[in-house]
Each structure stands twice: as C-alpha cells, then as structure tokens.
C-alpha cells in the first residue's frame, strides 16, 4: 500500500502514463489498424503537411505518418526493451562477479570487456548485425551484445565499491556465503545505478535500432519503426520537418516517460526515501 | 594555573565589551520534510582574551550557531531567522553579522573571525601548496607584496611549531601527517590575526596525541594573541581543558552557561548532570579489578559492577601466537610488491571465557587489522591462532564459515555496517539462516528475545536502519553479533562514533550481555578512559607490536612502557582543576609501518614485571 503511494507524485503519474501508453500501442496498434495502412504509398499526397486526411502529415511515399507511428511503436519497444535486457542478462553478472571478486578475476573478465568498448558501440552491432544476417533476432542480439560492456563496467565499479562496504564485511562474518553477498547485500544496493541506466539505455537502444535500418541492417522496409522514420526523414527536413518531428516525439516521450518511470522505481524501492 | 586563575578572576569582573554577542539567535533550514529548527534560541556572550565552550551532542546546533557566525550556514541551506549577532570591529562600527551584506562578510571572514574545522584531510585543497593556502587569505585581506606574504607564510607555520617552515611551503596536503595538517589549518586561521577564532571540533578526528598537541597550541596561540576562541566540541574532557567559560546546548536551545568551574563542580540542570556522568575519567577506576558500568542518572537500570563470576570454569578461549598481519604496496611500471604495511608484527596474548581483552592504541598501529586478522577477515601472513582450541589458521574456506559462528564482530560505523535494504528482523535473522541454526517459526522467537536482550522495542522489527538513531543502530550491530551465541565477540571502535550519553548506554549494555551470557570481548578502542572502565585486560598497541600487556590495574596504575605514558598523559582530564594539556606539548610522531620487501623485524623480547604483566623490551 505505501509502495503504491510513493508512485502518487508528479514524476510518477506522468511517468507510468507515458510508459503505459507506450506499451499499450505496441501491443495493440497491430491488432487494431490493418497493417497495410503503414504501407500504402500514395503518391499525390508525398510529403503532405498535417491534414484532414492525413493528420500527422504522409512521407517521402505518401504513407501515413500516423499509422506508421502506431505499427511501429512495436518493433522499436521490442528491439529495445529485448536488446537492453539481454545487456542486463550478460551484463549485471559479469559487472557483479567481477567488481566483488576483485583481483585476476577481475582483471581477465574487465580485460574482456575493455576489448568490446574500444569498438564504437554502433560499429559492433553493424558486424554482429552483417554477420548474423538482417532479421529482427539478429538486431536485438547485435544491439545486445554493442551495450553490455558499458553495462558490465558501470556495474563492476558499483559492486566494487558495494563490496567494500562494512555491511557486507560484517555479513561475511557472519556466515554468509558468496553467492548470498552477491544477491543478497551487494545486488540491492547497486540497483538504484542499474535501473537508471537500464531506462538510459532504453532510449539509446531505439535509436542504435535507426541506425542499423539506415544501413539496410535493422528493419527491412516497408515495415515500420521509429528509427528507420526519422532516418528516411534526413532529406526533407527543410521541406517536410514533421517527418522527423513524428517519430522523434515519438521516441521522445517514451524516453521521458522512461526515465521519470525509473527515477520513481529507484526511489520505490529505496527504503530511505520518505513515502 | 596561577595565570589561569587570574584570568578567570578577570572574567568575573569583566569591563571589556564582548567581541561577540548573540541575541536568541534563530536558524532554520528548509528541508523536504518541513522546516527544521536547528537553532532555537540561543544567547551568549564571547569577551576578549576568553574561551568559551560551545558543548552539546550531536543535533544540538553547536555548529550551526557556529556557522551562522560566519554567516556559512546560508551555504548548507540553512537560514537566519532571528535574533542579532553583534560584532564589535577595530575602529569600525559594530556590525549586525545577520543582517550585514555578501561584502562586508567577506571581508569580516578569514579576517576578524578566523575558523577551524574538524577534519584536517578535508579542509585542506589537495591541488594547492601550503604556500598557496596560506597565503590565499593574506592576499585578499591585505596589500602585502608577494615575498612579504611569504615570510608571512612562514612566520606563522613557526608560530604553530611547525619545522622546516620553508620546505613545507612547497609541500602540498598529503604529503603531510593528520597532525601537521591542522597545525596548517590553524596557521591559516590565524593569518590576518583575527580577533575571534571559531573553532569546531578541531580535534575530533586527532589522535589522543595529536589531540593534546593541537589543543596546547590553541591555548597558547590564545595568550599570546589576546583573541577570543569559541570552541565547539562534544567532549567534556576537552571542555574541561580549554575552557574558560561554558555554553551546553541541547536540541538547538541553551540549557546552561557558566564559567567552567562552576559547570563541572554544579551544574544546575539534569541534562548537564547526565551529560557529565555518562563521562569515563580515566583513574575513576582505580583500585578495582573488575568492569563497572557507567552511572547514567535518570536511567531505571541498576548500576552495579559487573560480577566476573560467569558459573564457569576460567578457561582460555582464545590463544594468539606470534600474529604478523602485512598488506602489500604495489608500485614500479609493472604493478609489482615493492614493499609491505607490517599492520601487525608478532603480536600474542590470550583471552578467558567471560573476559574483556582491550586493545588500545592510535591509528595505524594495528589494532583493528590484528581484530580483522582474528576472523580472518583479512589473511593473516603468519601466526597461530586457536578459538576454544581449534586451530583457526588451518581451516579451509567452508570450515572458516562454520567457525566464524563462535566469534563474532561489531563494527565502528554504526550507518555503513547495516544493509541500507534490509529491515531489522532480516538483519538480525541473517546469521541465523546463514549458519541453518533455525527453523522458519523459531527464527521470529529467537529475534524476538535478542532484540529485548538489546533493549529495543520488538515493534522495530519492521523498520530500515535508517529510521533509526546511532545508538539504536549500534544495538542493532550487537544484536546481529550475539544472536548466534558466540563465544567471543570483537568489537572495533565500537561505540567511538557515539554520543557520550549513548556510548554509556551501549557500554553497559555490552558488560551486562556478558554478565548474562559469559561473553568474552576483544575491546578495540583508542580511548583510554573507555577501556579503563570494561576491560579486565590491555593490549596497547604501538606500530604492529604489543608494547605493554596486562591486567587493567597493572596497565593503568602502573604503565611501565614509555609509549603507554605518553598516551596516559595525552588524554585530556575531565577536570578543570586538574588541567595537563598545557603549553607546549609535543609528542614523538609515529614513524610509517611501511618496510621493503623482505625486511625482517627482529622478535620482540618480553619482561615479565609481575604475574602476567608484559613490557616490550626491544
């Protein structure tokens, strides 16, 4: 009941509304609009401002910039929230093993990472992404694989410094085993950085996604997603800004819902905040 | 003395206007919570040439009031709701400090009112030389050329007795001792000659040492200048050092004020009493062989010594042989060992079943890596070490574990050392599953009855360390420690980040679970006074090594090593009729502990002086 409470506050409604309404058009957008209605070009109407007929305006195509939003909140939701969390599946382990181990451990495991991070992340994807082959499986993984050791290093410096805590030097002694430090003492306390970067890295995923598709490597056109939209928007910016102004929005608010959401969560699940 | 006591006459008779005078000063700082009144309603008055003593406990707005007079306080937030500071200036109209412009302030700080702060590592800008630091104030305040400014410099690092005065001006923060930093922070202060010094808690983070040095510096700074010193601090032994006049606060109002004699030999109101009873004095326990808990009036406990007689048999429980403890230093291009703390050198000693052990000494001497070592919290590098007659050095990993049940460890911060996340019943319940000692159902019994033992009201169980106070949090620690039945328990600096008035509480509370349960201790502490009342044995520690070890009488009525003297005569007295911080006290700096790889302390050589009372002779 008074977990519920701390989400009542300005951050927290606009948060979560923002973040259901997102999820809300992933999931139901397609089962509504026919999904033809992305794709349909109509070549009169190229690049048509906001209208009656089409009141988000049409692209390059003619295609409806609203529909194409709607369709395509899914795949980008989905590429990003599979990609990041897969990071966090690889990442959050590797980070928490290294950082409260310490020593060769350490030292073997980081020298890995640091071997990943001195490739761009966005390069990385690409030939992860070229090798695999285009398909939507593929992008997640590339993107997956591209974050996870900004992901790793941040939480190896938080376990790092979590382990080095009197708290678990006094659980240590009495009685707790690794693995219990881990999950139990050192884990809770770096959440709060984890579920801030994870929101973080929510919104860099959905754009890694546009630029994969810009280089043929992501979505495969004529489908639909916020990325590749605002990369066919590059040329028309002068003549057609809401091209871009749609999608990006688009990405816009559901990143801000996302980071207010994950301000809120951390705060939630401190017990020091004042409910 | 006799000087002193002129001094205090003068103030009975006081003509001179006061440099410094409040009238019910009000701060308050806006928070999320609401408002919080950090200073009530304080009025006091600081004359010429005088010291006043600004005590009270933690939250009792000592250093905000001291803030404010620097008009600092508007930086943390907080702010001057009322009241009037005057200050009376050389050949200038007095000023109103609460209501004077960014300005004037400035050029009132660092100036007329010099301050000190409590933490010497801190307070000091790593980036800049002494030099720099130094001369900062005097440049702003005065038109001195730059040479002028730097044989300034130098005359006042000579004023604070610092040597070498010209090689330390190029010297930056750290490569000074804790000591020297805060001769530098005084020098600082005392730059433009301010007619007030404001010092707060100078000597908090000192050494007991240290600690006598700074303290006869400022009183001797303080004569020869004329100035007036407001000191802030919470220990009454200090107070009783310093000061000429007394202030206590309590909760952001003034509960007492009077001259120093006057508030130790009658203090009027029940809280100065409490305060000043819940004071260990070192020597109260003279004569007596046994711990004896602290008086603390107005709580319903009864006091009375604890009994030593456990129903047991006196049998040793744990053996200490020839424990080395070294940690490495890395240095070079290739990250390699270049050379070793020896944190603890060939140190031995035993305790029995229902004793306390105390180890006493300054930081860095060991004490608490000898502690860890025991647990094997941190790897021993040689040694034995046997607990009830199990080898503990030899145990593997899973068999350490197991052991660990028997000895248990209470750590100094009493905010680090319990899980921010974890309520209280889990933290308490935490050794018990982790050892497997109970059944789901038995675990809430068991919680329930140690956390009566511990004197804390089982409605707790639900809450986070944060919601509670330093005090109750130390219980908590203690309750973690005891609730798996140990046999010894270690406890480092224990109740050190305590107020005096909870430091009694929680002291008591230990003698008395060992009165009932028949629990030894090893007492880790620095303060001289704590030990002397609940230890049956001392270990004072002194780079690594055991210098002296026996019972406590033969400790404290007869030191025999020359480090323990020195350390019995650093330690403030709680008495202003028996002052011994005076003039210029200066003590042997600790050399470092750090030696080259492969460098072999030869061993040390014991004397026996009486039954079990040891001096290193080498």
Redesign the interface.
């Known amino acids: 009941m008074s977990i519920f409470k701390k989400f009542l506050n300005f951050k927290g409604i606009i948060g979560i509304t923002l973040v259901l309404c997102v999820v809300l058009i992933a999931i139901f957008a397609p089962l509504i609009i026919p999904p033809e209605f992305a794709t349909k070009m109509d070549m009169r109407a190229r690049l048509s401002p906001p209208n009656m007929a089409h009141w988000m305006g049409t692209d390059q195509l003619g295609r409806d910039l609203f529909y194409r939003v709607m369709l395509g909140a899914r795949t980008s939701i989905n590429i990003a929230t599979s990609a990041v969390l897969m990071s966090l599946v690889i990442g959050l382990p590797l980070g928490l093993v290294s950082g409260y181990f310490g020593g060769r451990t350490d030292n073997v495991l980081m020298r890995l990472v640091d071997t990943l991070l001195s490739f761009p992340a966005l390069l990385l994807a690409l030939t992860i992404s070229a090798v695999l082959g285009p398909n939507l499986q593929n992008t997640i993984i590339a993107i997956g694989i591209a974050f996870t050791p900004y992901l790793a290093r941040l939480i190896r410096g938080e376990a790092l410094r979590v382990a080095q805590m009197p708290y678990v030097e006094a659980a240590r002694s009495s009685g707790a085993t690794n693995s219990r430090l881990i999950i139990g003492h050192v884990l809770p306390n770096i959440m709060p950085v984890v579920i801030v970067q994870s929101t973080i890295s929510l919104a860099f995923a959905i754009l890694a996604e546009a630029g994969l598709s810009f280089l043929g490597l992501g979505t495969q056109p004529p489908e639909a997603s916020w990325g590749l939209m605002i990369q066919a928007s590059r040329d028309y910016l002068d003549r057609a800004p809401w091209t871009a102004l749609v999608p990006g929005t688009a990405v816009a608010l559901t990143v801000l819902g996302l980071n207010m959401f994950g301000d809120v969560l951390r705060d939630v699940l401190d017990p020091r905040s004042q409910s | 003395m006799s000087e002193r006591n002129k001094l205090s006459s003068k103030l009975d008779t006081q003509v001179d206007d006061p440099i410094v005078s409040l009238d019910h000063l009000r701060v308050e700082f806006e928070t ?2 609401g408002t919080v009144v950090a200073v009530n309603d304080i009025s006091f008055k600081v004359f010429p040439g005088e010291t006043v003593c600004l005590v009270g406990e933690s939250g009792s707005g000592k250093s905000v009031t001291s803030l404010s007079l620097m008009r600092l306080v508007e930086f943390g937030g907080g702010k001057i709701t009322g009241g009037k500071m005057l200050l009376a200036r050389d050949g200038k109209k007095t000023a109103n400090l609460s209501e004077v412009d960014v300005d004037t302030m400035r050029s009132i700080r660092g100036n007329e009112i010099g301050m000190i702060f409590q933490e010497p590592m801190t307070s000091l800008n790593p980036v800049f030389s002494i030099e720099r630091q130094l001369t900062d104030g005097l440049r702003l305040h005065t038109n001195l050329s730059a040479s002028e400014t730097r044989e300034k410099a130098i005359e006042l690092l000579e004023e604070v007795r610092i040597p070498d005065p010209e090689k330390r001006l190029r010297q930056y923060p750290h490569e000074l001792s804790g000591g020297m930093r805060q001769r530098v922070v005084i020098a600082m202060a005392m730059a433009c000659r301010p007619r007030l010094l404001i010092a707060d808690e100078p000597t908090t983070a000192l050494d007991v040492t240290i600690q006598a040095e700074i303290l006869s510096l400022i009183n001797r700074l303080k004569r020869e200048t004329g100035m007036a010193v407001l000191f802030i601090t919470h220990d009454m032994a200090v107070v009783a050092q310093m000061a000429d006049r007394v202030v206590v606060m309590y909760q952001g109002n003034l509960i007492e004020e009077g001259t120093v004699n006057e508030i130790f030999s009658a203090p009027k109101e029940e809280y100065t009493k409490a305060l000043l009873a819940a004071v260990p004095q070192l020597g109260q326990m003279a004569g007596t062989s046994l711990p004896s808990p602290l008086n603390i009036p107005g709580a319903s406990a009864t006091v009375k010594p604890t009994s030593g007689d456990i129903g047991i048999e006196k049998k040793t429980l744990l053996e200490v042989k020839n424990l080395v403890t070294r940690f490495p230093v890395y240095g070079g291009i290739f990250r390699r060992k270049v050379a070793n703390v020896h944190a603890v050198e060939n140190v031995s000693f035993t305790i029995d079943r229902g004793e306390t052990m105390a180890l006493v000494g300054e930081s860095g001497c060991g004490k608490s890596s000898c502690g860890r070592s025991i ?1 094997r ?1 941190v790897e021993p590098e040689s040694g034995q070490i046997f607990l009830d007659g199990k080898n503990i050095i030899s145990l593997n990993g899973t068999e350490l ?2 052991a ?2 028997d000895m ?2 209470v ?3 009493p905010y ?8 209280l019943r889990e933290q308490i319940a ?2 018990l599953n ?2 497997g000692l109970a059944g789901r159902s038995e675990v809430d019994d068991i919680v329930h009855d140690i956390l009566e033992k511990v004197e804390l009201p089982t409605s707790f169980l639900r809450r ?1 360390p ?1 919601e509670l106070s330093g005090g109750q949090r130390q219980r908590v ?1 203690i309750a ?2 005891i609730v ?1 039945n140990p046999s010894l328990v270690i406890t480092d600096e224990a109740v050190s980040a305590l107020d005096v008035s909870v430091q009694a509480q929680v002291l008591n509370l230990m003698m008395s679970l060992q009165d009932e349960l028949g629990l030894s201790y090893l007492f880790i502490s620095h303060d001289m006074a704590v030990v002397e009342r609940v230890s049956h044995k001392v270990g004072v520690m002194y780079l690594g090594r055991l210098v002296e070890v026996g019972s406590r009488s033969q400790i404290f009525e007869n030191p025999q090593h020359e480090y323990t003297r020195t350390l019995m005569a650093a330690v403030p007295i709680a008495d202003p009729k028996k002052r011994n911080i005076s003039n210029d006290m200066s003590f042997k700096p600790i050399p470092s502990p750090v030696f080259p790889v492969g460098h072999t302390p030869e061993n040390p050589i014991y004397e026996e002086i009486e039954d079990g009372h040891l001096i290193l002779r080498n």
Do not use: I, K, T, W
Not at chain 2, 417 to 422: F, R, T
């Open positions: 999320d919570g647990l919290l574990r197991s660990r049940r248990q460890m750590f100094q911060d680090a050392s319990l899980n921010p996340y974890m309520r935490e050794p982790n050892f986070f944060h620690a973690r420690a798996v």
